[in-house]
């Protein structure tokens, strides 16, 4: 069953609107330096174990208009100062027409994207040929994180990732050099909290489960995972 992760072609859907779940204008906890997150409700990969399971539905969330989000994003992100953004989920490229659109709009920006995705990049490369969708997400992601996650590979070593099977690839120049220093060296994971002044507390970025469970044992229960490296979105 692992094997086959990833491997299903997703369907094409129209990039008009977006489904998405949450957006941050900016932090320091998904990916190289201060970005935006934009993350995606919907996927069709369902790796076991997900970080992010109640993300799978192609139901909830929020529906709007592709071309407004992605003015009203980048607006954000450049009042923010950021680098670039990164696309989480969910799975990007189960809408990748529209993820398209919203990286293209903070190229023209002068942002960077990073994209993460259940599929592996030689398959998106293939489906490329006749997929003009996944071809224009393709090219307007400067950093990818591919592959499905697998939980009895945890990848302790690399920021980001979350099993060793995973891939992390610079598509142009942008973060080549970046890429090259993790590979060699390896790198340390990020976690944001957030405290709202109603007392609503968001988590996301990386840690294991013993560095969580130390961190948030007063704040009240969570969803435990099975996983030895947890990813909180």
């Given at each position: 069953m692992?094997?086959?992760?990833?491997t299903?072609?997703p369907?094409?859907?129209?990039g008009?609107?977006?489904?998405?779940s949450?957006?941050l204008?900016?932090?320091?906890?998904?990916?190289?330096g201060l970005?935006?997150a934009?993350?995606?409700?919907?996927?069709?990969?369902h790796?076991?174990?997900?970080?992010n399971?109640?993300?799978?539905?192609?139901?909830?969330g929020?529906v709007?208009?592709?071309?407004?989000?992605?003015?009203?994003f980048?607006?954000?992100?450049?009042s923010?100062?950021?680098?670039?953004?990164?696309?989480?989920?969910?799975?990007p490229f189960?809408?990748?027409?529209?993820?398209?659109?919203?990286?293209?709009?903070?190229?023209?920006a002068?942002?960077?994207?990073?994209?993460?995705?259940?599929?592996?990049?030689?398959l998106?490369?293939?489906?490329?040929?006749?997929?003009p969708?996944i071809?224009?997400?393709?090219?307007?992601?400067?950093?990818?994180?591919?592959?499905?996650?697998?939980?009895?590979?945890?990848?302790?070593?690399r920021p980001?990732?979350?099993?060793?099977?995973q891939?992390?690839?610079?598509?142009t120049?942008?973060?080549?050099?970046?890429?090259?220093?993790?590979?060699?060296?390896?790198g340390?994971d990020?976690?944001?909290?957030?405290?709202h002044p109603?007392g609503?507390?968001?988590?996301?970025?990386?840690?294991?489960?013993?560095a969580?469970?130390?961190?948030?044992?007063?704040l009240?229960?969570?969803?435990?995972?099975?996983?030895?490296?947890?990813?909180?979105?």
């Amino acid at each position: 069953m692992t094997l086959l992760l990833g491997t299903v072609e997703p369907i094409a859907r129209p990039g008009t609107d977006l489904r998405w779940s949450r957006f941050l204008a900016a932090t320091t906890a998904e990916g190289p330096g201060l970005r935006s997150a934009l993350w995606v409700q919907g996927c069709s990969v369902h790796c076991p174990g997900c970080f992010n399971p109640q993300l799978w539905a192609e139901i909830g969330g929020t529906v709007e208009n592709t071309a407004q989000l992605a003015e009203r994003f980048a607006a954000d992100a450049v009042s923010a100062g950021v680098e670039g953004i990164t696309l989480l989920g969910g799975e990007p490229f189960d809408q990748a027409a529209a993820l398209a659109s919203i990286a293209e709009a903070f190229r023209t920006a002068g942002l960077t994207v990073m994209t993460f995705s259940g599929y592996p990049l030689d398959l998106l490369t293939g489906w490329s040929a006749t997929r003009p969708d996944i071809a224009r997400l393709l090219d307007a992601t400067d950093l990818l994180i591919d592959g499905p996650y697998l939980r009895d590979r945890p990848d302790a070593g690399r920021p980001w990732l979350g099993s060793t099977n995973q891939g992390i690839r610079a598509l142009t120049p942008a973060y080549a050099a970046e890429v090259a220093r993790i590979e060699l060296e390896g790198g340390l994971d990020r976690l944001e909290i957030r405290i709202h002044p109603d007392g609503r507390i968001d988590v996301n970025g990386w840690a294991d489960d013993a560095a969580l469970e130390e961190l948030l044992h007063d704040l009240g229960p969570r969803q435990d995972r099975p996983a030895t490296k947890a990813r909180l979105a």
